[in-house]
């Protein structure tokens, strides 16, 4: 099941949000206790694993709790957030104490200034030792990346030379496709895809 938590992102990455996180309605996101309910009505007709899924999971304070409330719900047997590790560093030890077992991490560049372009934060290294952190506690973490034309289409060899180091598993993305023009754009002309993918992997 993935759960969406809220759909608040700190980050204007390229690939997804350009203009960065913008809502004219009130925010209403689902409650703790909804949030029960939904997992123990799910596992009870046989689901086994959550994917806790948002902009950015990790800005609700709560975040321990909900990965708490999912992991102790019965027939539950597997949690993992997929995030931008934005706090991952700081809050890793809580989530791995609440339940948590794997995490993916959403990282277009392991270049920090080609990282900053695409996300608008400066925070690659702090991401790096977060996933360091997650694996020292046992966490199994995929990178998910989306290879664009314009930035990090080239960068594909960085992620494999980091494989080589890291058992980290990476998950070479399809661009997210918006409403915005902007994001349609990247869709059609921007995105490296998969037959190129396979291509520079030699495949």
């Keep these: 099941m993935w759960l969406s938590i809220t759909d608040v992102c700190n980050l204007k990455c390229n690939d997804s949000l350009l203009d960065g996180y913008a809502c004219d309605t009130v925010l209403e996101f689902l409650a703790l206790p909804e949030i029960k309910t939904l997992n123990n009505s799910f596992a009870f007709i046989g689901t086994s694993k959550i994917r806790i899924s948002a902009g950015e999971p990790s800005l609700r304070k709560d975040l321990p709790e909900i990965i708490k409330a999912c992991s102790s719900a019965i027939g539950i047997v597997h949690v993992a957030p997929t995030s931008k590790g934005y706090k991952l560093e700081a809050d890793i030890q809580k989530w791995v104490n609440a339940g948590l077992d ?11 200034r080609m990282f900053a372009a695409i996300t608008g934060h400066h925070n690659l290294e702090t991401i790096l030792r977060g996933i360091d952190k997650a694996l ?10 989306v290879l664009m034309k ?11 030379t980091r494989l080589k180091a890291t058992p980290v598993t990476l998950r070479l993305i399809e661009l997210m496709q918006t409403c915005d023009k902007e994001a349609t754009h990247w869709l059609q002309d921007g995105y490296t895809g998969a ?9």
């Design 150 to 160: 314009q930035y990090n289409e080239q960068e594909l060899q960085n992620f494999l």
């Design 102 to 112: 794997s995490l993916n991490i959403s990282i277009n560049s392991l270049d920090p």
């Design 136 to 145: 020292a506690l046992g966490v199994k973490v995929k990178i998910n990346a």
């Design 195 to 203: 037959t190129k993918n396979l291509a520079m992997m030699g495949g």
